[in-house]
Structure formats: structure tokens, C-alpha cells
């Protein structure tokens, strides 16, 4: 582990079991699984914004739960500040969990409808006894005034109903600083917000990173809104990296035929620069039973013979260091 | 220009609440033209839903029109009674939602369903040519035949999605009101369903009216847009010139604060203070407070749309 890296992931695989039905099970012994992810290997650095880019069923939610722990690696591991925390448990992992927090799609359903905004956000520090009373509010009205929820006072008793969608994002905000974590993961946090309160939001997140030194993991299926954040992107498909780099490699020069494919496919909002690129055939494939080989050579434009059979590693391209691609075909 | 197919004329939508009147949808004057795409966009809280369920008269009690009318095929349909509107509702206007499992029959094959579509518009087809059309349709659609004797659940979001672009095919529709009809789907699911859409709007010189919070989709498929804000209609122009050279300051907002990927810049523009409560909303032009040009004027009175430019209507004193 180097010193720069806040998260190590190494091999990561979670299957989950597909539920049958008991006459279903006597009579086929084999089980299933759903391959959520299937063997994926990154770092995040520390300080940098690190986007995990796909579409749904990708696996990219599941990398980032299994990183904070919510689910348990069916195989390989996730190293956290040099410490392997893939089966880290109890007051060891509850300790570690201090040091990340997450903030959801949706504010709304991440916040208790019947607790004030602010017991919400100071309800980690009695959790982990860090803070009651007094104390506790005066450092909720701290991180208030920190994130932009103001006027504080009358806002620390509303609660979230009694929120714009805005504050509430400030709230959950607010709720994952108030435990100074080294790491965020931030799943479609900007999903839901309408046009003119993404960009709010995105400085808003950008802002408090520089105070508070934060790392980002930025899960997202909008590769626009990433592109405005992520210092590095990884494009997952099917429960694997297909490829990964700095923004700029990704973004300008896409290696992986898929990649190309999901940069050309995002709407623009310029008529001039409607889409010429043609779009591959069909959709996701099933990840119970994925295509053997490289998981997207039946929908590949410029598939070989060899792709179906032999799964591409992700290793550098162009003689780039740091832009990795899992093609056969892109040197 | 083409004849009209559908004219909103100063069309007025209310929802009481206990907190108070919302006027959702607020004189609002458009005019849809046969074989065009309309995109119609704006933020969530807009009216441009409200207005999509208006012309259906689908409102959701207590959503009531208020007031205007809404002429289609020279009859106002708000005077219609709940049979012919019955009639009229998924036969000659077709909507496309942004969930298709809500619109489907969830225990009829898609088969079933395309027939029974065709049958009931030309009772004179027999049911093996309607199979036959069916399948034909299917095919068009980019949907393997083998799949046609699946249930909407089998299938995908994308699939389902353009089995309602088929369903309105087949009934022939006047008018499509899409309403966010990409918003679940997965980009490249997204980009290959509006190929589709525009394959077929060309083919077939379809009408369809877009709504949409998604500007990058409008971009890609609308003739002309409409924008609302806070209930009201604020611009209307051709696709080209709004992008161009959008007057109305909300559009003009609006357009820089949308991620653009094509672009190199690293930062979007923020557009201050967020859309009112329609409980309370603003004297003058809904949009003064938000406004880095607002004068006076502004304040009191409230701008009519106008055609300021040829073809390009705007709601604004700037361009008095």
C-alpha cells in the first residue's frame, strides 16, 4: 500500500445467490448467482475525486457498498488506509465506518421524516459518543453555517419535509462532514436535482472538499455531470472495469469500443451536434450468465474471434501509464 | 407551415391545496403542428406535465382547468363529454409515459396487445392479419419476433418503451404526448430509442409533443421548443435560433447550467435562487427575483408572450 492511496481495491468479487423457488432447488442442484462484480482492481487517491461511471447493472453501486463495508466481498479485498477491512467486524469495523460516510441519490428518503434537521446531523456524534447536548449543537451549527444552511437556528428544528431539495442535500451533507471522514462515497448525489441545482450542488461538494480535505468516490451514470468533477474515471460494464484513466485520457481519447459508445450516447444539448455515431445493438446482457470472453463482444462493432474466447486484462494503452483498457483489439 | 393539430388557447390549470391555490398552468397559449416535434421543457414544478395531463383531461383531483380551451380537430376537447373523450384518448392521441409497466396489460402478451390495438381501430382486419401487421410492427420496432409473445415484464425498460411507440403506430395517432419518455432508460438505451423516434417521426410524419426536464434530448429530436417556468410559457422558437441565441433570461440560464460533454469548460454556470412557490408567487414576471436584467418594470407588471423576432415568441420586457 503507498501512502498515497486512501482505498486499495484488489480483485473484488460479490456474487449474490439468485432466490429459487424450493421445488426449483430440489430438482436443479446447480445454484446461480448474480455477478454483480466479477474481479475489479483500483485505487483511490487521496484528495482526488474518483468517478465509478456505468450504466445500471454495471456493478458500480455494489463496488461502492462493498467499499464501505455495507456488503461483504464474496472474494477479494478492500484496503482501507492500509488496513484489509473486507472482513474487518463489530467494534473494529464500526470504528473504521467513522472514517467514510455516503451520501444517496435521494436526500429525502435518506433523512428520518420524524427527527429534526439538526438531531439528524448530530445524531452520529451521540452515536459514537462524541458529543451530547450543548456541545452537539453547537457543532451541528458549525457544520450548518459550514455547508450553507442558514439561517441556522430556525433550520435546526424543521424538519426535512419542511426543506427545499437543496437544503436537504446540504443536510445530508452536513450529516456525513459532521464526522471529519476521510472518504465520501457519493452515490448519483445529483441524480434527482433539477438542472439549475445540479450546478449548485457540484460546487457545493467541489467547495467543501477543498475544506475539509475530503476524497471523493463519485458513483454516477451521467458521464456530463462526472465530467465536472472526477480527476480519474473507471467505466464499468458488467461487473467489470473496461476502462480506466485520468479524465482528460477517458473523456478525449476513449480506448474501449464501449466506452466510445456510452461518451457518444449522451444527449448534447446543442442541436448542431446531433449523434452520428451508431449505437451498439441490443442491451445489457444478464449478469447470472455473462458472455464468455470479453462481456461485450456480442455487441462490439470490430469483435474477433478472439474476444469471445479469452477475457481481456485491463492493462496500459498507447503507452500510457495510466489509461488501461480491457480490449484485445487497442493497442 | 402545416396545419395545426392541436391549439392551447390560454389554457389556465388550478390545484387547490390546504396551503393554498397553485396555478400550475397559466394562460398558456401553443400550437402543435402536424408532422413536428415539440419539445416542451422546463424544470420539475414547471406545468409542463400538468399541461401534457390537460390536454388528455387526465389531471389528478384536485387538478382542475380552470380555464382557455383546447382544440383538436376543430373541437374543443374540454367540452367533449367523458365518453367521446373516452374515444379519442389512446386512439387518435397516444401517450408515451416514463414508466411503460404502467401503461401496459401486465397479464396480456405484447402480441396480444398490439392486436387487439389494431382490431379495435380496423375491426375489419381478421386476426391473422393483424398478427401479421404485428409482426411486421415489432420488427420495425427493432424487437426480435421471437419476443413479441413475451409479458412487459420479460422485456426490457427499452423494449417496453418502444412497444408504446408501437402501439401508437399502430392506432395511427394524430398527436404522441411523450412525457419523459427516456428518463428511466440507461444512455444507450436512451440514444437507441430516439434513433427510433425519429426514424419513425420522418417515416410516418409523426406528431409528437416532447416534455422533458432533459435539454440534451430536446437538442436531439424537437422541430421547435417551448419553455416554461413557474406555470407560464416564457419562450418559443424553432430549435436552432433557441439554442443559438436564446432571448428570455431563464432560457438563457437555463442553457449554460446544462452539462455539456462535448465541451471543454470545467465549470458550469450557476443560476441563482430557485423556482417560486406557486402559492405565493411573484408580482410582475414570475421570474424577476432570479433575473440579472430585471428594470422596474418587471416588478409590477407581467409580460405577455410575444412574437419579438419572426417565429421566435418571448416573454419578456427586454424586448418591448
Given at each position: 500500500?503507498?501512502?498515497?492511496?486512501?482505498?486499495?481495491?484488489?480483485?473484488?468479487?460479490?456474487?449474490?445467490?439468485?432466490?429459487?423457488?424450493?421445488?426449483?432447488?430440489?430438482?436443479?442442484?446447480?445454484?446461480?448467482?448474480?455477478?454483480?462484480?466479477?474481479?475489479?482492481?483500483?485505487?483511490?487517491?487521496?484528495?482526488?475525486?474518483?468517478?465509478?461511471?456505468?450504466?445500471?447493472?454495471?456493478?458500480?453501486?455494489?463496488?461502492?457498498?462493498?467499499?464501505?463495508?455495507?456488503?461483504?466481498?464474496?472474494?477479494?479485498?478492500?484496503?482501507?488506509?492500509?488496513?484489509?477491512?473486507?472482513?474487518?467486524?463489530?467494534?473494529?469495523?464500526?470504528?473504521?465506518?467513522?472514517?467514510?460516510?455516503?451520501?444517496?441519490?435521494?436526500?429525502?428518503?435518506?433523512?428520518?421524516?420524524?427527527?429534526?434537521?439538526?438531531?439528524?446531523?448530530?445524531?452520529?456524534?451521540?452515536?459514537?459518543?462524541?458529543?451530547?447536548?450543548?456541545?452537539?449543537?453547537?457543532?451541528?451549527?458549525?457544520?450548518?453555517?459550514?455547508?450553507?444552511?442558514?439561517?441556522?437556528?430556525?433550520?435546526?428544528?424543521?424538519?426535512?419535509?419542511?426543506?427545499?431539495?437543496?437544503?436537504?442535500?446540504?443536510?445530508?451533507?452536513?450529516?456525513?462532514?459532521?464526522?471529519?471522514?476521510?472518504?465520501?462515497?457519493?452515490?448519483?448525489?445529483?441524480?434527482?436535482?433539477?438542472?439549475?441545482?445540479?450546478?449548485?450542488?457540484?460546487?457545493?461538494?467541489?467547495?467543501?472538499?477543498?475544506?475539509?480535505?475530503?476524497?471523493?468516490?463519485?458513483?454516477?451514470?451521467?458521464?456530463?455531470?462526472?465530467?465536472?468533477?472526477?480527476?480519474?474515471?473507471?467505466?464499468?460494464?458488467?461487473?467489470?472495469?473496461?476502462?480506466?484513466?485520468?479524465?482528460?485520457?477517458?473523456?478525449?481519447?476513449?480506448?474501449?469500443?464501449?466506452?466510445?459508445?456510452?461518451?457518444?450516447?449522451?444527449?448534447?444539448?446543442?442541436?448542431?451536434?446531433?449523434?452520428?455515431?451508431?449505437?451498439?445493438?441490443?442491451?445489457?446482457?444478464?449478469?447470472?450468465?455473462?458472455?464468455?470472453?470479453?462481456?461485450?463482444?456480442?455487441?462490439?462493432?470490430?469483435?474477433?474471434?478472439?474476444?469471445?474466447?479469452?477475457?481481456?486484462?485491463l492493462e496500459p494503452k498507447a503507452g500510457q501509464e495510466e489509461h488501461l483498457a480491457a480490449c484485445h483489439l487497442v493497442k | 407551415m402545416s396545419e395545426p393539430v392541436l391549439q392551447i388557447r390560454s389554457l389556465s390549470v388550478d390545484y387547490p391545496t390546504r396551503a393554498g391555490l397553485v396555478r400550475a398552468a397559466d394562460d398558456v397559449n401553443l400550437t402543435v403542428f402536424r408532422g413536428e416535434v415539440l419539445g416542451l421543457?422546463?424544470?420539475?414544478?414547471?406545468?409542463?406535465?400538468?399541461?401534457?395531463?390537460?390536454?388528455?383531461?387526465?389531471?389528478?383531483?384536485?387538478?382542475?382547468?380552470?380555464?382557455?380551451?383546447?382544440?383538436?380537430?376543430?373541437?374543443?376537447?374540454?367540452?367533449?363529454?367523458?365518453?367521446?373523450?373516452?374515444q379519442l384518448r389512446g386512439v387518435r392521441i397516444s401517450m408515451i409515459f416514463q414508466d411503460p409497466m404502467t401503461c401496459l396489460n401486465p397479464l396480456q402478451r405484447v402480441s396480444e396487445h398490439i392486436v387487439e390495438t389494431i382490431r379495435t381501430h380496423q375491426p375489419k382486419v381478421s386476426e391473422e392479419e393483424a398478427r401479421k401487421q404485428a409482426a411486421d410492427l415489432i420488427d420495425r420496432l427493432g424487437i426480435t419476433?421471437?419476443?413479441?409473445?413475451?409479458?412487459?415484464?420479460?422485456?426490457?425498460?427499452?423494449?417496453?418503451?418502444?412497444?408504446?411507440?408501437?402501439?401508437?403506430?399502430?392506432?395511427?395517432?394524430?398527436?404522441?404526448?411523450?412525457?419523459?419518455?427516456?428518463?428511466?432508460?440507461?444512455?444507450?438505451?436512451?440514444?437507441?430509442?430516439?434513433?427510433?423516434?425519429?426514424?419513425?417521426?420522418?417515416?410516418?410524419?409523426?406528431?409528437?409533443?416532447?416534455?422533458?426536464?432533459?435539454?440534451?434530448?430536446?437538442?436531439?429530436?424537437?422541430?421547435?421548443?417551448?419553455?416554461?417556468?413557474?406555470?407560464?410559457?416564457?419562450?418559443?422558437?424553432?430549435?436552432?435560433?433557441?439554442?443559438?441565441?436564446?432571448?428570455?433570461?431563464?432560457?438563457?440560464?437555463?442553457?449554460?447550467?446544462?452539462?455539456?460533454?462535448?465541451?471543454?469548460?470545467?465549470?458550469?454556470?450557476?443560476?441563482?435562487?430557485?423556482?417560486?412557490?406557486?402559492?405565493?408567487?411573484?408580482?410582475?414576471?414570475?421570474?424577476?427575483?432570479?433575473?440579472?436584467?430585471?428594470?422596474?418594470?418587471?416588478?409590477?407588471?407581467?409580460?405577455?408572450?410575444?412574437?419579438?423576432?419572426?417565429?421566435?415568441?418571448?416573454?419578456?420586457?427586454?424586448?418591448?
Amino acid at each position: 500500500m503507498t501512502e498515497q492511496n486512501l482505498v486499495e481495491v484488489r480483485n473484488l468479487k460479490k456474487w449474490f445467490p439468485v432466490q429459487k423457488s424450493f421445488i426449483e432447488r430440489l430438482v436443479t442442484r446447480q445454484r446461480q448467482f448474480v455477478r454483480a462484480v466479477d474481479g475489479v482492481d483500483f485505487d483511490i487517491r487521496r484528495g482526488e475525486v474518483f468517478g465509478l461511471a456505468g450504466e445500471s447493472g454495471s456493478g458500480k453501486t455494489t463496488t461502492g457498498r462493498a467499499i464501505l463495508r455495507l456488503e461483504k466481498p464474496t472474494s477479494g479485498s478492500v484496503w482501507f488506509e492500509g488496513e484489509n477491512i473486507s472482513d474487518v467486524n463489530g467494534e473494529a469495523l464500526r470504528l473504521k465506518r467513522q472514517r467514510m460516510q455516503v451520501i444517496f441519490q435521494d436526500p429525502y428518503a435518506s433523512l428520518n421524516p420524524r427527527m429534526s434537521v439538526g438531531d439528524a446531523i448530530g445524531h452520529s456524534l451521540e452515536i459514537f459518543g462524541m458529543a451530547k447536548g450543548i456541545e452537539k449543537r453547537t457543532r451541528v451549527m458549525s457544520m450548518m453555517e459550514r455547508v450553507g444552511l442558514t439561517p441556522m437556528a430556525p433550520l435546526y428544528e424543521k424538519f426535512p419535509h419542511q426543506l427545499s431539495g437543496g437544503q436537504r442535500q446540504r443536510a445530508v451533507m452536513a450529516r456525513a462532514l459532521i464526522m471529519h471522514p476521510d472518504l465520501i462515497v457519493a452515490d448519483e448525489p445529483i441524480a434527482m436535482a433539477d438542472v439549475s441545482v445540479r450546478a449548485l450542488l457540484l460546487q457545493l461538494m467541489m467547495d467543501l472538499k477543498e475544506e475539509f480535505d475530503l476524497t471523493y468516490l463519485f458513483i454516477t451514470h451521467d458521464l456530463a455531470t462526472a465530467k465536472y468533477i472526477c480527476d480519474r474515471i473507471a467505466v464499468m460494464y458488467l461487473g467489470k472495469i473496461v476502462e480506466m484513466g485520468t479524465l482528460q485520457q477517458v473523456y478525449s481519447d476513449p480506448k474501449h469500443p464501449y466506452t466510445q459508445a456510452l461518451l457518444a450516447a449522451v444527449p448534447v444539448p446543442d442541436p448542431k451536434a446531433r449523434r452520428t455515431t451508431p449505437m451498439p445493438r441490443g442491451e445489457i446482457p444478464s449478469s447470472i450468465t455473462p458472455p464468455p470472453g470479453c462481456r461485450f463482444h456480442p455487441r462490439c462493432p470490430i469483435a474477433e474471434e478472439i474476444c469471445s474466447q479469452e477475457i481481456p486484462p485491463l492493462e496500459p494503452k498507447a503507452g500510457q501509464e495510466e489509461h488501461l483498457a480491457a480490449c484485445h483489439l487497442v493497442k | 407551415m402545416s396545419e395545426p393539430v392541436l391549439q392551447i388557447r390560454s389554457l389556465s390549470v388550478d390545484y387547490p391545496t390546504r396551503a393554498g391555490l397553485v396555478r400550475a398552468a397559466d394562460d398558456v397559449n401553443l400550437t402543435v403542428f402536424r408532422g413536428e416535434v415539440l419539445g416542451l421543457v422546463g424544470e420539475s414544478g414547471c406545468g409542463k406535465s400538468t399541461l401534457g395531463m390537460a390536454i388528455l383531461r387526465l389531471l389528478r383531483p384536485p387538478g382542475k382547468i380552470v380555464g382557455g380551451e383546447i382544440v383538436f380537430d376543430e373541437h374543443d376537447l374540454l367540452k367533449l363529454d367523458d365518453e367521446e373523450m373516452r374515444q379519442l384518448r389512446g386512439v387518435r392521441i397516444s401517450m408515451i409515459f416514463q414508466d411503460p409497466m404502467t401503461c401496459l396489460n401486465p397479464l396480456q402478451r405484447v402480441s396480444e396487445h398490439i392486436v387487439e390495438t389494431i382490431r379495435t381501430h380496423q375491426p375489419k382486419v381478421s386476426e391473422e392479419e393483424a398478427r401479421k401487421q404485428a409482426a411486421d410492427l415489432i420488427d420495425r420496432l427493432g424487437i426480435t419476433t421471437e419476443r413479441m409473445d413475451d409479458y412487459p415484464h420479460q422485456l426490457s425498460g427499452g423494449m417496453r418503451q418502444r412497444v408504446m411507440i408501437g402501439l401508437a403506430l399502430a392506432l395511427n395517432a394524430d398527436l404522441i404526448i411523450a412525457d419523459e419518455p427516456t428518463t428511466s432508460l440507461d444512455v444507450i438505451v436512451e440514444a437507441q430509442f430516439l434513433d427510433l423516434l425519429r426514424d419513425l417521426q420522418h417515416q410516418f410524419n409523426l406528431t409528437i409533443m416532447l416534455i422533458t426536464h432533459n435539454i440534451g434530448v430536446v437538442a436531439e429530436l424537437a422541430d421547435r421548443v417551448a419553455v416554461m417556468y413557474a406555470g407560464k410559457l416564457v419562450e418559443l422558437a424553432d430549435v436552432f435560433p433557441l439554442f443559438d441565441a436564446p432571448l428570455h433570461p431563464y432560457t438563457q440560464g437555463l442553457l449554460k447550467s446544462v452539462p455539456n460533454i462535448r465541451l471543454k469548460e470545467d465549470h458550469l454556470q450557476i443560476m441563482d435562487g430557485s423556482p417560486p412557490d406557486l402559492i405565493n408567487p411573484p408580482s410582475g414576471c414570475k421570474f424577476h427575483p432570479r433575473c440579472s436584467h430585471v428594470m422596474d418594470r418587471c416588478r409590477t407588471e407581467e409580460p405577455l408572450l410575444r412574437e419579438t423576432q419572426s417565429g421566435h415568441w418571448t416573454a419578456c420586457w427586454l424586448y418591448e
